[in-house]
């Protein structure tokens, strides 16, 4: 990677637009020094993020209203537990806005190290790249997640409006379906649409962006880590001297206080992310037992929607937990160091690597490592297992008829 190529500067572009929907208001988001980095409260970026966020704690406070009016049950529930993940997203997001400088400060101090030689020569990684490719890929597939379910809202909206033969236009009737909870308090007109399809959207954003951020985060210690592995596996089955090993050993432990540094600032993102992402996708599979219709773009958004879910869910873990498997390569080249050559700084080095797991976590709830795969897909299998016994699956699929 190119010698100024920090993590700072190769995901300023990112968090730039995620300021765009009111995330992370942190000022001089895209500056070349990371010391320009400032938390305002009276700046624009700080303004427009409590105003997203007041808007959304209204909308939040009416779904609120109209879920105790209609009574509680699993349909509602997921529409309020939707807008507690989302307003939290937002919340935490903030509350690392805070920190960020010191954090960038402390991320730029310890990428120093790695910007010289030797660890220039071992820049296989391409840090920027990766990170641009991984929040493109999932943020074009959540674009078409959202015009998919906007399609459908349409589509079913106009069904409803057509077959009950409401007396209403085409806009209104898409109003009424979408927001059920907002229709008797305000009443429909064409210019609030935009107002409020762009309050959605600062809603449902921070549900893929998180995940875009916790694999952001991944791609950046795992550069490192990568570069760490790749001086130790230069030296492989060579004597080297303990000076070396000691070099090594402090460039290391400066990672791990990163990693330390990093798991207390984004914890409560990942449980939450992690959390939100497998109760939608159990939700998504209670929907997918009962009879959701027969209608191409019903089932083509629905489909896509949980598709979509589980890769994204899995990508963030495999991407994540890349810290974790550069610190296994790590200990697996330790070991084929000669007899000869092992020494008391060694020794420490080995120890030190084997004492505390290398990885982020939920508020050490979990670890992100490889494993974690197979406990989710255990827990979801278990739970499709569960419900198939209870739900009729003789359901026959038919078009749906709303009146």
């Known amino acids: 990677m190119p010698q100024n190529e920090t993590f700072f500067r190769a995901v300023s572009k990112v968090l730039f637009i995620s300021q765009i929907y009111g995330l992370l208001p942190v000022s001089n988001i895209c500056s070349h020094d990371v010391k320009d980095i400032r938390y305002r409260w009276f700046s624009p970026r700080v303004f427009y993020s409590a105003t997203i966020l007041i808007l959304n704690l209204c909308e ?14 699993f349909h509602t529930s997921s529409t309020l537990a939707f807008y507690v993940v989302c307003l939290l997203e937002h919340i935490f997001f903030w509350r690392l806005a805070f920190n960020w400088q010191s954090i960038m400060k402390h991320w730029h101090d310890v990428e120093q190290l790695f910007l010289t030689i030797p660890y220039r020569f071992y820049d296989e990684y391409k840090m920027k790249r990766r990170i641009h490719i991984v929040v493109g890929l999932v943020m ?4 078409v997640e959202h015009c998919l379910l906007l399609a459908n809202s349409f589509h079913s909206s106009n069904l409803e409006r057509t077959q009950c033969k409401i007396n209403m236009s085409y806009l209104e009737g898409v109003y009424k379906w979408e927001r059920p909870y907002l229709y008797p308090i305000i009443p429909y007109h064409i210019c609030i649409m935009p ?19 916790i694999m952001c985060i991944g791609i ?5 880590f990568h570069q760490l592995h790749r001086r130790i596996a230069a030296v492989h089955r060579k004597v080297m001297p303990a000076l070396f090993w000691t070099e090594v050993r402090h460039h290391y432990l400066a990672l791990k206080r990163l990693v330390r540094l990093l ?6 993102l990942i449980l939450l992310g992690f959390g939100n992402n497998m109760s939608f996708i159990c939700f998504q599979l209670f929907n ?4 959701i219709g027969f209608d191409f773009i019903v089932m083509l958004a629905f489909w896509y929607s949980l598709i979509f879910a589980v890769v994204r869910t899995t990508l963030t873990i495999f991407v994540a937990s890349s810290i974790n498997d550069y610190e296994l390569k790590i200990i697996t080249s330790l070991r084929d160091v000669p007899a000869r050559a092992w020494s008391t700084e060694l020794e420490r080095f ?3 690597l084997g004492n505390e797991m290398t990885a982020l976590s939920g508020n050490g709830f979990f670890y992100v490592t490889r494993q974690l795969v197979l406990s989710m897909g255990t827990t979801i299998i278990t739970y499709e297992l569960m419900i198939s016994d209870v739900i009729n699956q003789a359901t026959i699929r038919q078009r749906t008829v709303y009146c």
């Open 350 to 352: 080995s120890e030190q």
């Open 263 to 268: 798991d207390n600032a984004l914890a409560p």
């Open 220 to 224: 950046g210690l795992a550069a490192r």
């Open 288 to 291: 997918s037992f009962k009879n």
């Open 60 to 73: 939040f406070g009416i779904v609120l209203y109209y879920v105790i009016s209609v009574g509680v049950n």
């Open 195 to 213: 107002v409020l399809e762009w309050i959605n959207e600062t809603i449902a954003y921070p549900r893929s962006f998180t995940d875009c951020f």
């Open 140 to 143: 074009s597939s959540a674009l």
